[in-house]
């Protein structure tokens, strides 16, 4: 079934994934109010994909110096991202501010970001499908290297009963 492939997938991918570093990354970053933040140096975007599969939304149009994939910079981070950067230590918290934790993110992303580590913990690249009617593109390999496997949507219900309504709702996309 489905389970078994994301579990297959997911053994594929943390066996090919590069060992990680423990030095965060320092004033590289451009930390935002609303806790996202944008990524200007090429390196660093190379290291947050490559070793800890965290790869950001372009939004930029400077192509990056080497890049063969044409990517842009800056790469921004969603608060997820920056959350989950910011406890592995990947990146230093924004100077002068709390030190980035789910707890200070609201419910909502709160709960994306649970469902972003849990995938990102098992291998999987992670990267959002707005552009598709969902949360997230989960993919087994690089992007740049491969199509999404599965898209992913998070139910939010308040109760620990399933939603049928929302999974309907959902289903019907």
């Known amino acids: 079934g489905a389970g078994h492939g994301l579990a297959h997938m997911a053994t594929e991918a943390a066996s090919a994934a590069a060992p990680r570093s423990t030095e965060p990354d320092t004033d590289i970053v451009q930390w935002n109010d609303d806790g996202t933040a944008l990524v200007w140096d090429t390196s660093a975007v190379r290291r947050l994909r490559s070793e800890h599969r965290v790869c950001g939304h372009t939004v930029g149009w400077t192509k990056m110096t080497s890049n063969k994939h044409g990517s842009a910079l800056p790469v921004l981070l969603r608060d ?78 308040s109760t620990s009963s399933i939603c049928s309504g929302r999974v309907q709702e959902r289903a019907r996309m």
Request: negative net charge; charged residues 20%.
């Open 80 to 157: 997820f991202e920056v959350v989950l950067c910011v406890e592995r230590g990947w990146l230093a918290s924004a100077p002068g501010t709390p030190r980035a934790c789910a707890d200070s993110l609201d419910a909502s992303s709160k709960t994306l970001y649970y469902a972003f580590r849990s995938l990102n913990d098992q291998g999987f690249y992670v990267t959002t499908g707005a552009d598709f009617g969902s949360d997230f593109l989960v993919y087994a390999n690089d992007p740049v290297r491969c199509h999404a496997s599965y898209m992913l949507s998070v139910v939010r219900c």
